[in-house]
């Protein structure tokens, strides 16, 4: 009923920049909440970034001062700017939704296929 398609990931070198995207298509009637996490190969996943329906912003410690998340609610698209990137941020990013459809009168959760960042030299 729904998909959440990222894009944008890709290898980088150390303090350079990378711009996710994650948009949701399908029978949605609204997107209450739309967050990043990230999983690096050995750990668990983890929350990078959230932003909610009227634009309020939460980030994880790590992202703090170099990630910015956006949202555009006109296109049911999410972004992920990612600035002076590290190795540690090396990751498979997702995308995770709270999306209503038409179909139902509670929201569901959604998540993405992960998009690879490398941050390597």
């Known amino acids: 009923q729904v998909q959440l398609v990222e894009s944008g990931g890709g290898l980088v070198q150390p303090g350079g920049s990378l711009r996710l995207s994650c948009t949701a298509s399908?029978?949605?009637?609204?997107?209450?909440?739309m967050a990043w996490y990230r999983q690096a190969p050995g750990k668990e996943r983890e929350l990078v970034a959230t932003?909610?329906?009227?634009?309020?912003?939460n980030y994880a410690d790590s992202a703090k001062g170099r990630f910015t998340i956006s949202r555009d609610n006109a296109k049911n698209t999410m972004y992920l700017q990612m600035n002076s990137l590290k190795p540690e941020d090396a990751a498979v990013y997702y995308c995770h939704a709270l999306v209503r459809t038409k179909l139902a009168s509670t929201p569901n959760n959604y998540w993405g296929q992960g998009t690879q960042v490398t941050v390597s030299s």
């Open positions: 932003i909610t329906s009227g634009g309020n912003t």
């Open positions: 399908g029978i949605i009637f609204s997107i209450n909440y």
